[in-house]
């Protein structure tokens, strides 16, 4: 069965460093997001993407962040400077649209991100 | 704001019990709402979707209940087994919000053999 994967599983980087985030989404969706979960918090919708530009972002997406579909399978997330409250694991999802049943979103494993 | 609240925080029951899990949310204005299972350091794994127009949905031993404008659902565990352990979270998409889901704290079930 289809599924969304992600890398790395674990990445730990420096305050004030570069990360970026890997997904490859199930292969026909056209509706790509990032959620990201803060340890013991609910599960946020950081933004979604769609035929090659952002549809939706919350207040949580600022200018530090920033996403790219460079080809046609990868999806990634950038945080330009990473802060300390940045620390999290990081969810893909994809669905196949935005409308009825097929707009499931399906997610990836995640990546634990940890900023020292 | 869309606000999702999930009751209970943990549940624990024996083998074979049949549960319900509840979710309740602030706009009734939604456009989905879709359960999931969350097992420790994991992924989120999509058990159910169910549409606004639609009172329920089934999958094997799940059944997901949905009363709008009440702004409630139910999610219905048959005969429940050790590897239905897990958490369980719900998220709606509000009809003006675009794709985004929100989610509740979730509903950690333990079933005990």
């Known amino acids: 069965e289809p599924e969304v994967t992600q890398t790395p599983s674990h990445q730990v980087t420096q305050m004030g460093q570069e990360v970026i985030l890997r997904c490859v989404p199930i292969?026909?969706?056209?509706?790509f997001y990032w959620y990201r979960q803060i340890l013991g918090q609910k599960v946020e919708f950081l933004v979604s993407?769609?035929?090659?530009?952002?549809?939706?972002k919350s207040e949580i997406f600022d200018d530090q962040f920033s996403v790219e579909r460079p080809d046609g399978s990868n999806f990634t997330l950038k945080i330009r400077s990473t802060k300390l409250e940045d620390s999290a694991m990081y969810f893909c999802?994809?669905?196949?649209?935005?409308?009825?049943?097929?707009?499931?979103?399906?997610f990836g494993p995640g990546t634990r991100l940890l900023v020292l | 704001k869309q606000e999702v609240t999930q009751i209970p925080a943990a549940l624990s029951v024996p083998e074979g019990e049949n549960l319900v899990l509840n979710c309740s949310f602030t706009?009734?204005?939604?456009?989905?709402l879709q359960w999931f299972r969350q097992d420790p350091g994991k992924g989120l794994t999509s058990l159910l979707l169910?549409?606004?127009?639609?009172r329920e949905q089934t999958s094997g031993r799940l059944n997901a209940s949905l009363d709008k404008s009440s702004g409630r659902s139910t999610l219905y565990i048959a005969a429940s087994q050790p590897g239905d352990s897990a958490t369980y979270l719900c998220?709606?998409?509000?009809?003006?919000?675009?794709?985004?889901?929100?989610f509740g704290e979730g509903t950690q079930l333990t079933v005990n053999p």
């Open positions: 999802a994809s669905s196949l649209t935005g409308v009825g049943a097929q707009e499931t979103q399906y």
């Open positions: 292969s026909n969706h056209l509706y």
């Open positions: 993407f769609y035929n090659n530009e952002i549809s939706e």
């Open positions: 706009d009734s204005a939604i456009y989905n």
């Open positions: 169910i549409q606004s127009s639609q």
């Open positions: 998220a709606v998409r509000r009809e003006t919000s675009g794709s985004r889901l929100t």
